[in-house]
């Protein structure tokens, strides 16, 4: 049996980021996921915000323009209500680039990626890792997405209130000369609870819907065919190889329970998703380096009161109002309320509403670890 510190399950920007923390505070680290390339599974749009790009390195390289237009279009897709930022607000990134680099500089910290390599359960002692030895690991990090089985097998919180995703991503025709923008259509009958998009920031379109699983006629997949075929508002015509992408996005905000003796879980295992924007790359960047600090103290002390500085409960707080938009947002189930909702945007407080949610820094608090209570929340507008 082979003996590490921590075992990160799941090879995603979450398990990547919080390895590279811990054996940066030279933990042995040790990370497995069960696709055989990081390039394969993707299911993120990709989209960063400021915020992420103002408080993170992020390699420049392989992120697109910057994206300054919202529009926000009702289910007739006429006078759609428009924002526009002084600041670049958004730029979609190359993920599987991302997600080397990732790799890459976890493993220069001296963490062990395993590719092709599955969590199979625990084993006394440790974990068992299918098609290889079982691993004795002092602590264990659920990385493993929004429906974690380390979660289930911590005795944690698991998410339970889904949003169900898919979209089209393929490069644009080069010399179509749109300006980056950022479509929104807030429809019910192709996004139930949520909306259809369209990034183009003018390298890559990406063509989305996401919405409750239980009120979509037909599946997100045919309802995804329907969106492309009726043209969304700033749809380019495809040009080159056509990627489809899709998976489950929980949006019932970061879970209570998330760690024990034996694990804690990160990113999309718990719930680091924004309950309203269903954003969650920022919020797991964020909660990783919590996370990693927790860990990093908890083995070092033995003490299990560090573990309460990784509290669910009081990061959920924060969420109060976007756990309750949220809700409404999801009540939205007809088209005539759906154009109504995006009329109202248009007005002097409606549009600074929908610009604070969108150009806001409050998507997800800051965290930092503190010496002595639980975490130390920061949060911004929003």
Same mark, same amino acid.
């Given at each position: 049996?082979?003996?590490?510190?921590?075992?990160?399950?799941?090879?995603?920007?979450?398990?990547?980021?919080?390895?590279?923390? @811990?054996?940066?505070?030279?933990?042995?680290?040790?990370?497995? =996921?069960?696709?055989? *390339?990081?390039?394969?599974?993707?299911?993120?749009?990709?989209?960063?915000?400021?915020?992420?790009?103002?408080?993170?390195?992020?390699?420049?390289?392989?992120?697109?323009?910057?994206?300054?237009?919202?529009?926000?279009?009702?289910?007739?897709?006429?006078?759609?209500?428009?924002?526009?930022?002084?600041? #670049?607000?958004?730029?979609?990134?190359?993920?599987?680039?991302?997600?080397?680099?990732? +790799?890459?500089?976890?493993?220069?910290?001296?963490?062990?990626?395993? @590719?092709?390599?599955?969590?199979?359960? %625990?084993?006394?002692?440790?974990?068992?890792?299918?098609?290889?030895?079982?691993?004795?690991?002092?602590?264990?990090?659920?990385?493993?997405?929004?429906?974690?089985?380390?979660?289930?097998?911590?005795?944690?919180?698991?998410?339970?209130?889904?949003?169900?995703?898919?979209?089209?991503?393929?490069?644009?025709?080069?010399?179509?000369?749109?300006?980056?923008?950022?479509?929104?259509?807030?429809?019910?009958?192709?996004?139930?609870?949520?909306?259809?998009?369209?990034? #183009?920031?003018?390298?890559?379109?990406?063509?989305?819907?996401?919405?409750? %699983?239980?009120?979509?006629?037909?599946?997100?997949? +045919? @309802?995804? #065919?329907?969106?492309?075929?009726?043209?969304?508002?700033?749809?380019?015509?495809?040009?080159?190889?056509?990627?489809?992408?899709?998976?489950?996005?929980?949006?019932?905000?970061?879970?209570?329970?998330?760690?024990?003796?034996?694990?804690?879980?990160?990113?999309?295992?718990?719930?680091?998703?924004?309950?309203?924007?269903?954003?969650? @790359? =920022? %919020?797991?960047?964020?909660?990783?380096?919590?996370?990693?600090?927790?860990?990093?103290?908890?083995?070092?002390?033995? =003490?299990?009161?560090?573990?309460?500085?990784?509290?669910?409960?009081?990061?959920?707080?924060?969420?109060?109002?976007?756990?309750?938009?949220?809700?409404?947002?999801?009540?939205?189930?007809?088209?005539?309320?759906?154009?109504?909702?995006?009329?109202?945007?248009?007005?002097?407080?409606?549009?600074?509403?929908?610009?604070?949610?969108?150009?806001?820094?409050? *998507?997800?608090?800051?965290?930092?670890? =503190?010496?002595?209570?639980?975490?130390?929340?920061? *949060?911004?507008?929003?």
């Amino acid at each position: 049996m082979r003996r590490v510190d921590v075992l990160v399950v799941g090879a995603g920007l979450a398990g990547l980021h919080t390895a590279r923390l @811990l054996a940066g505070r030279g933990l042995d680290v040790l990370v497995v =996921d069960r696709r055989r *390339s990081l390039a394969t599974g993707i299911r993120t749009t990709g989209i960063f915000v400021r915020r992420t790009l103002d408080d993170f390195d992020l390699p420049g390289h392989l992120l697109g323009p910057g994206i300054r237009d919202v529009l926000l279009y009702p289910p007739s897709r006429r006078s759609p209500v428009r924002l526009t930022s002084e600041r #670049d607000e958004f730029r979609v990134a190359d993920m599987a680039g991302v997600y080397a680099y990732a +790799r890459r500089a976890a493993e220069t910290a001296g963490a062990r990626v395993e @590719l092709g390599v599955r969590y199979a359960g %625990p084993a006394a002692g440790g974990a068992r890792l299918a098609g290889t030895e079982p691993v004795a690991a002092r602590f264990v990090v659920g990385a493993d997405g929004a429906r974690s089985r380390v979660a289930r097998d911590l005795g944690l919180d698991v998410n339970r209130r889904f949003l169900a995703g898919a979209e089209l991503v393929h490069p644009v025709a080069p010399g179509a000369g749109r300006a980056p923008a950022f479509h929104c259509v807030l429809d019910p009958r192709i996004a139930p609870g949520y909306l259809g998009w369209v990034v #183009d920031d003018g390298r890559e379109a990406h063509v989305g819907v996401a919405g409750y %699983p239980g009120a979509m006629r037909g599946g997100v997949r +045919r @309802l995804l #065919d329907a969106f492309v075929a009726a043209g969304p508002p700033g749809h380019p015509a495809p040009a080159g190889p056509v990627a489809r992408r899709g998976g489950p996005i929980p949006v019932g905000g970061v879970l209570r329970r998330l760690a024990c003796p034996a694990g804690l879980l990160v990113g999309d295992a718990a719930g680091a998703v924004s309950p309203l924007t269903a954003g969650g @790359l =920022d %919020p797991c960047l964020r909660l990783s380096e919590l996370a990693a600090a927790v860990v990093a103290e908890y083995l070092r002390t033995g =003490d299990e009161r560090v573990l309460r500085r990784y509290d669910g409960g009081a990061l959920r707080a924060r969420f109060r109002g976007r756990l309750l938009s949220r809700r409404a947002f999801a009540g939205i189930r007809s088209p005539a309320v759906a154009e109504a909702a995006v009329a109202a945007l248009r007005g002097r407080a409606g549009r600074a509403v929908a610009a604070r949610v969108l150009f806001g820094d409050g *998507s997800f608090p800051d965290v930092r670890p =503190d010496a002595v209570g639980g975490p130390v929340t920061r *949060s911004r507008s929003g």
